[in-house]
């Protein structure tokens, strides 16, 4: 049965509201409690398949969460079991006429289950859970909502796999930045431009004189007057796309010696093509002999 006005209604307000939502649990909690109440069910839940194979609660309404975790529900226990374990969506209008819908949720929950309505979660034809409502108000689950049921399945598996995926996105940037912290070394990513992508507190820290010049998207040019050399050679890496040698330079900045060890690399894609360049770089004044100071630049 196609949708009515109003259940495209309901469609329409969900896709418009979760493009905003970026976490995985809020998406589903949103998910739920908008449909359980639109469609005027008294409780719903939203579950995410683990990788034991049970069916976990991520969202609820009308319980305590808490309370339904309480229970293991399998592949094919209930009308959430059923609904994922032949990925299609279950109307069940009499609690006795359902596929072993169990007592144990009513003792729980406190809910007397009358009727129910579930739809797997799928994203790419991959099971990620299942949305089950119960109890709908003043008479049993209609074909459309079972047929909104179905389609929310998919917007939900679509969602919440974008959430996560971006979730895993800002842990990998989390990770990345933080092994770039407990560096000893300086390191600076320039794009083609010579703009900075990234840099860690160790580079800002033996460019001091410069520090308050480092940001992202900042050029790099700003700090040629002081450390033309390693500008330089960045300039190289991206002009040949070729590493350069490990080298070592005398640098004075406003009464400031520096003795700096630099190397340079390019930063290339997957398929070769250059992306911008890398630096890496140590403060090593006072490793080994002293040598003179160069003519000193002011600030």
């Not at 033996?206 to 480092?214: A, V």
Request: contains cysteine.
């Amino acid at each position: 049965m196609p949708l009515g006005l109003y259940h495209y209604k309901i469609l329409y307000e969900i896709l418009s509201d979760i493009n905003t939502i970026h976490d995985e649990e809020k998406i589903a909690s949103y998910i739920l409690s908008k449909i359980s109440k639109d469609i005027n069910a008294e409780g719903g839940t939203i579950f995410i398949l683990k990788d034991d194979g049970l069916l976990w609660p991520a969202a609820c309404y009308g319980a305590p969460i808490e309370t339904l975790r309480k229970i293991e529900l399998k592949i094919g226990m209930g009308a959430a079991g059923t609904a994922a374990k032949q990925r299609q969506v279950v109307r069940v209008d009499r609690l006795r006429d359902g596929p072993g819908l169990s007592a144990d949720y009513d003792k729980i929950t406190g809910l007397a289950t009358r009727n129910a309505l579930a739809a797997p979660i799928l994203f790419g034809g991959r099971l990620e859970g299942v949305i089950e409502f119960v109890n709908k108000r003043g008479s049993p689950f209609s074909p459309a909502d079972e047929e909104l049921a179905g389609v929310l399945g998919q917007v939900a598996g679509s969602a919440l796999e974008k959430a996560r995926s971006q979730s895993d996105l800002k842990k990998s940037e989390t990770l990345k930045q933080s092994i770039l912290e407990t560096l000893t070394a300086g390191i600076i990513i320039v794009d083609p431009a010579l703009n900075i992508l990234l840099y860690n507190k160790r580079a800002k820290e033996i460019l001091k004189p410069c520090g308050s010049l480092f940001r992202k998207g900042a050029p790099l040019k700003a700090i040629e007057a002081f450390y033309g050399a390693l500008v330089e050679q960045l300039r190289m890496v991206l002009d040949s796309g070729m590493a350069q040698t490990r080298q070592e330079n005398l640098f004075g900045v406003d009464g400031m010696r520096q003795k700096i060890g630099y190397s340079c690399a390019p930063v290339t894609d997957g398929a070769g093509r250059l992306l911008g360049a890398s630096l890496l770089f140590q403060d090593i004044t006072h490793v080994g002999e002293a040598v003179a100071a160069p003519a000193q630049v002011k600030i």
